[in-house]
Structure formats: C-alpha cells, structure tokens
C-alpha cells in the first residue's frame, strides 16, 4: 500500500482513538492505549505486525500497570516479556516466528495485496 494511504487509516484509528478518550474520560493512561493500537495497525498496514508488536505491548502493558496501580516488580516482567517479543520480531535474524506471528503478517501481507488491487481497479474506473 502507498504511504499516504496508510498514514490515512492510521490517522483515523488515532482520532478514533482520542475521540474515544474524550468520551471515556481516560486520558491518562488511555493515550497509551490509542497509541499501542495506532502502532498496531500502522505495522498490519506496512506488512510488519511483528515488529510493531513490541512497542504496542509495551504501551498497553504501562497502561495497565498505571490504570490498575499494579506493583513497580510488574514493570520488570514487563520488561522480561518484551525482551522475548523482541528476541523474535526480526525474521532476518534466524530465529523462528510463532506461527501465530507469521499468520498476522500474511494476512496483512493479503490486505495489501487487495487494496492495491481495489486503487488500480478504481484508477481504471475513472479513466
């Protein structure tokens, strides 16, 4: 997909996403939340959901932690189960991608595939 295309979507999800803080009344630490998710489907949308997956689980894991008033040690299994998530976003690194992870980013990947064909199919209206 073309960029400004995306940045459209992922444009919208974050104004959802306040807008939805706006109701709530959640601004803190919601915003972490819109922006995790923002962050996720930025990634679905470039083809790289692994790797965006981290920072989002970071971002929601915080807001967790501050929402419920969890203990500071959270913070450090947090930190534990990021360094995993990281250990494996990079395929070129040589280490397998759960099979769950390779199932997103091919149906991303599809995604893709689709809306190229549905701009080329409208271009071709047009004309």
Not at 22 to 36: F, K, N, R, T, Y
Not at 64 to 85: D, E, K, S
């Amino acid at each position: 997909m073309d960029k400004k295309y995306n940045d459209r979507i992922t444009g919208g999800v974050f104004l959802i996403g306040i807008a939805a803080l706006g109701i709530s009344g959640l601004w803190w630490p919601g915003i972490l939340v819109v922006l995790g998710i923002t962050s996720l489907v930025s990634g679905l949308l470039e083809g790289r959901l692994w790797k965006s997956a981290s920072g989002a689980f970071w971002l929601i894991g915080l807001a967790l932690i501050f929402y419920y008033n969890w203990p500071w040690w959270l913070l450090i299994a947090l930190t534990g189960v990021g360094l995993i998530i990281g250990a494996h976003r990079d395929r070129s690194s040589g280490r397998e991608v759960p099979e769950w992870a390779q199932r997103l980013t091919a149906w991303g990947e599809r995604m893709q595939e689709h809306a190229a064909a549905e701009r080329e199919k409208r271009k071709n209206d047009d004309s």
